[in-house]
């Protein structure tokens, strides 16, 4: 069974930092790219950060400055970190793989955790 299991949601106030964690776990062959999404109540989901196996990222243009997207590829795992959070960043955060494995090549979604910035 191929899975992504995320880690690192919370409470923290306006101007706090987090972390989050994501890691692909199962009989996987190869993982291309690796991300970060989140879907604020009422809204729709929208990417913040992706990273290549190569390592090139890519942010939203809200996040851009105060994010960071990285990855250990020996671990599977791709992490976000958050600094000078704002309550517009409160939202479910979901990671998501593009990732070969022995079930199919496509698109994985973790259960998603979430993240709330008080004012």
């Known amino acids: 069974q191929v899975q992504l299991v995320e880690s690192g949601g919370g409470l923290v106030q306006a101007g706090g930092s987090l972390r989050l964690s994501c890691a692909a776990s199962?009989?996987?062959?190869?993982?291309?790219?690796m991300g970060w999404y989140r879907q604020a109540p009422g809204k729709q989901r929208e990417l913040v950060a992706q990273?290549?196996?190569?390592?090139?990222?890519k942010y939203a243009d809200s996040v851009k400055g105060r994010f960071t997207i990285s990855r250990d590829n020996a671990k599977n795992t791709v992490y976000l970190q958050m600094n000078s959070l704002k309550p517009e960043d409160t939202a479910v955060y979901y990671c998501?793989?593009?990732?070969?494995?022995?079930?199919?090549?496509?698109?994985?979604w973790g259960q998603g955790t979430q993240v709330t910035v008080s004012s």
């Open positions: 990273i290549t196996s190569g390592g090139s990222t």
């Open positions: 199962g009989s996987i062959f190869s993982i291309n790219r």
């Open positions: 998501a793989a593009h990732m070969l494995t022995v079930v199919a090549a496509g698109d994985y």
